[in-house]
Structure formats: structure tokens, C-alpha cells
């Protein structure tokens, strides 16, 4: 009962958390484009962090953005996209716009010295994340920040996690994300070719990234990768996928996902590690002790609304020369960490922080040029879009396609 009102007040304060008084000189962020995802992404999130306002919003339809505006308490609307840019008074831009429209609007902001925080996938496909994340105008003073907005590695619940896989053991990944079929019809972004539109673009990006945060390392090749194509005309799109995944020393990760489930049917995301043996006891004696664990994460997108990791270890101990089993015992542990408190660890957090508000604070630590705790490296978004491709080509569909967009400076 108690955890039940612990999550109903954590989910209360997620959406509704406390507003300190911002700083004189808080980072101004200007959003591009009256997006669905702004609000729980960073208007929310920025409420409760001091040196964070929202300073502007910009649509294609300035009506719309005003709507937007007044919604959400946006004190100023901009005419275009451009004209937020263009805006001297802003320091940082949010990028929601659909993945085809990343790379352009990323590369716009940056050149005109914007710090940018940019919505996943960073780009359509590796030739548009190699272009991005390897511009020179990421190396220009004073040098912008761009990060790619993988908010769920920036929880407690993701290190809490992370602390019980023993990666140079790890032997199979799985990673499950389904969301219902009834969140976007076929007309959604989610669905539009031109746009980078796809499940493994939208949902698959996470269980892949997770895949390769686990190994840590890079996949060698994607064996298999079946779709279930959307109906025409968004054929060249996936609804759903299954995707394996070959990592070095012949281990293997999947995932299985989609934007389609139905309702009845819908299981919450869950990543799934297992681990090799591995000897934990070598005793003078004949016995030897050996260690299988197993460690699933449920809910590792959102973990801030509720996540749980199982960890479960098969102790083994056998005589050593006949094989024989003597003794096996199962140990299971539950654990979960809604703050870096929970772990022990003296880090920045509350209850009612959720992954991207988590997010948030590292992203300002380093506008401010203070040290990061978590971040997403520019090379690894570039690894994370190779990944993609390789399952895009794998599946038939073929990658998504590449802006024409060059900014003037290259
Ligand atoms: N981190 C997370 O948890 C989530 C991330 N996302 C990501 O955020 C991005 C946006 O998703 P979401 O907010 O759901 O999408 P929305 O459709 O709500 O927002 C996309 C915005 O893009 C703008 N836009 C510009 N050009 C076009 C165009 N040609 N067609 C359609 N829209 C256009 C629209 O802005 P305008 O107002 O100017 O018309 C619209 O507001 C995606 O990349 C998605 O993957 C989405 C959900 C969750
Ligand atoms: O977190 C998410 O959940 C829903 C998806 O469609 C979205 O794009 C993704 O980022």
C-alpha cells in the first residue's frame, strides 16, 4: 500500500514539480516546433531547475505556435523557425521535429552558435550523423553543445542497472518496446519515408542503443531483421520488427518492437541480460562455485514513472572432476533507484525527477562548462545511426533517406 501512494505522489510531483526561482542569467531555450513531446521532454523539467527558462517557441503556422505558447507558458512566439535562431537573446534550442528534419534544423542552430539539445534519432541515417557530429562548427569558441536526447541513460534506475551487468560476461541481450497501435495512426511523422519515419527509427533506436550500452560495444552485423511492413502507402516504413544483432565474440542481441501492438496485448518494456558462468569459488578443495546471472529491467525507457530490475544469480557448485552437481541454490534481488540517493551515490536528483529532467541538468553542466556525470557522446551517435542502417538493410527496406541540407560553412 505504501508503495502504491509512494508512486501515485511521484507521478503527481513528475508533472507537477516544485518551481524554484530561476537565476538572472538562467539558460534561455527557444523550442523549434509546437511538438506533442516538448512539454513532458523539457517544458516540464525545466519548471524545477533554476537555471533553465523557456524563453520562445516557433511553428510553421505562427497561430499555432501562439496556442502552443499560451498553453504552456512560453512568454514569447517567434515567426519562423529561422527567426528563432536568428534570436540573439537565445542560448540553447530544442530540436522535436521529425528525425528527417534533425540533421537541417541541428546543423542550422549550431551555425548560428546555439547550444542544441536534439530529439532521437539524431539523424536519418550514419552518412547525416558522421556529417553532423563531426562539423567543424562543433569545434567553433565559444564551442556549442550538442547532445542527442537519450534520456533514459541519464537515470539513477539506468546506473542502478548498469551496476549489476557484468559486461565482460555478458552472453545475450533482448530487448522488448512495444507501444499500442492506437497512439499514431498512419499519418503520424512516425510513418512518413521522406521524414526518417519508422519503428526502428522511433522506438527500435532505444532498444538498440541499449543492446550496445550493455555489450559495450558495437554490433558486427545484423543477422536477421523481419518487419511488418505499415500498408501502402507507407510501405517503405515498419510497424513492427525483430531484429538480431551479432556482437563481438559471437554474442547476440535482439530486440523485439513496435508501434503497433494491440491494446489487449501490450507487455511493458523490459531488457533482458544474461550473463556466461562464471566461477565465483575455487576452493582448495573439489568443488568449484560458478555464478549465472540474470538481470531484466523493466520499463527501462521511462523509468522515472515507475522501473524495477530483477536480478536473479543460479549458484552452482560441482565437483570438479566428475561434473556432478552438489549444490545449487537460486538468489533473487529486486532493486530500484528513483534517486542517485537510493544508490548511495551523492548526485543530483529527486523523486520527482523524471529521465529527462535528469537529462536536463547534465546538459546545462556542460553549456556551464562544469563536469558531466552521464553523457552521449558524439561518436556514439554516430555508432547508434550505423546500427540502425545495418537493420534498415538488413530488413529490405533500405536506410532512410539523406538530406540534401549543407550548411554554408562546409
Ligand atoms: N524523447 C522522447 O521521449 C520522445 C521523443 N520523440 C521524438 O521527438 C520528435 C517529435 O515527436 P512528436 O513530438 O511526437 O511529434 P509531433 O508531430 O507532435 O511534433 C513534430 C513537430 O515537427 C514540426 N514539423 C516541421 N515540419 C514538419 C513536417 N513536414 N511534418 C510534420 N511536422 C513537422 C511540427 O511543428 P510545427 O508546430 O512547426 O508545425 C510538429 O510540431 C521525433 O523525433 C520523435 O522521435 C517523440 C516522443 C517521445
Ligand atoms: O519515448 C518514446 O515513446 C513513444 C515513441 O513513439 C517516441 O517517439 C519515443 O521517443
New binding site residues.
Given amino acids: 500500500m505504501a508503495s502504491i501512494l509512494g508512486a501515485i505522489r511521484r507521478n503527481w510531483q513528475l508533472l507537477r514539480p516544485p518551481e524554484p526561482a530561476k537565476q538572472a542569467d538562467a539558460l534561455k531555450f527557444g523550442i523549434?516546433?509546437?511538438?506533442?513531446?516538448?512539454p513532458?521532454?523539457l517544458i516540464v523539467p525545466a519548471k524545477s531547475h533554476p537555471d533553465v527558462v523557456i524563453h520562445a517557441v516557433?511553428?510553421?503556422?505562427k497561430t499555432?505556435?501562439a496556442a502552443?505558447a499560451k498553453k504552456h507558458g512560453i512568454p514569447n512566439v517567434l515567426d519562423s523557425?529561422e527567426a528563432l535562431l536568428n534570436d540573439p537573446s537565445i542560448d540553447a534550442v530544442y530540436i522535436?521535429?521529425?528525425?528527417g528534419?534533425?540533421f537541417e534544423w541541428a546543423l542550422r542552430a549550431l551555425s548560428k552558435g546555439k547550444h542544441v539539445l536534439l530529439?532521437?534519432?539524431s539523424s536519418s541515417n550514419a552518412t547525416e550523423a558522421e556529417i553532423l557530429f563531426r562539423s567543424p562548427l562543433l569545434t567553433a569558441q565559444p564551442q556549442p553543445v550538442l547532445l542527442e536526447?537519450f534520456?533514459n541513460r541519464f537515470s539513477p534506475a539506468w546506473a542502478c542497472f548498469m551496476a549489476q551487468v557484468d559486461q565482460p560476461n555478458v552472453e545475450h541481450v533482448f530487448a522488448r518496446a512495444h507501444i499500442p497501435a492506437i497512439l499514431f495512426d498512419s499519418n503520424?511523422?512516425?510513418f512518413?519515408y521522406d521524414?526518417g519515419g519508422g519503428g526502428m527509427?522511433?522506438l527500435g533506436t532505444y532498444a538498440v542503443a541499449a543492446l550496445r550500452g550493455v555489450f559495450g560495444a558495437e554490433p558486427e552485423a545484423c543477422d536477421e531483421c523481419e518487419v511488418e511492413k505499415m500498408p501502402p502507402p507507407q510501405e517503405r516504413c515498419d510497424g513492427s520488427f525483430k531484429v538480431k544483432f551479432r556482437f563481438p565474440g559471437d554474442r547476440v542481441g535482439e530486440i523485439d518492437g513496435g508501434l503497433r501492438a494491440p491494446l489487449m496485448k501490450l507487455r511493458m518494456p523490459s531488457l533482458t541480460v544474461t550473463h556466461r558462468p562464471v566461477i565465483v569459488d575455487e576452493a582448495e578443495g573439489e568443488n568449484q562455485t560458478t555464478r549465472t546471472r540474470k538481470v531484466v529491467f523493466s520499463n527501462f525507457l521511462l523509468p522515472g514513472f515507475y522501473h524495477r530490475i530483477d536480478i536473479e544469480d543460479e549458484i552452482v557448485s560441482k565437483d570438479k572432476k566428475t561434473g556432478q552437481v552438489i549444490n545449487k541454490v537460486i538468489n533473487k534481488e529486486s532493486k530500484k533507484a528513483y534517486t542517485f540517493r537510493e544508490m548511495d551515490v551523492d548526485r543530483p536528483g529527486e523523486i520527482y525527477w523524471q529521465t529527462?529532467r535528469y537529462m536536463l541538468e547534465q546538459f546545462v553542466n556542460r553549456v556551464r562548462g562544469r563536469d558531466t556525470t552521464a553523457w552521449v557522446e558524439h561518436e556514439d551517435s554516430v555508432a547508434q545511426m550505423k546500427a540502425l542502417d545495418m537493420a534498415y538493410e538488413k530488413s529490405g527496406l533500405g536506410i532512410r533517406p539523406t538530406s540534401q541540407y549543407r550548411p554554408e560553412s562546409l
Avoid at 523549434?32 to 516538448?38: S, V
Avoid at 516557433?58 to 503556422?61: P, V
Fill in positions: 523549434l516546433g509546437a511538438a506533442d513531446i516538448a513532458m521532454a516557433a511553428a510553421r503556422d499555432r505556435a502552443y523557425y522535436p521535429l521529425p528525425n528534419l534533425h530529439e532521437k534519432p536526447a534520456h503520424n511523422i512516425r512518413n521524414l527509427m522511433d529527462y
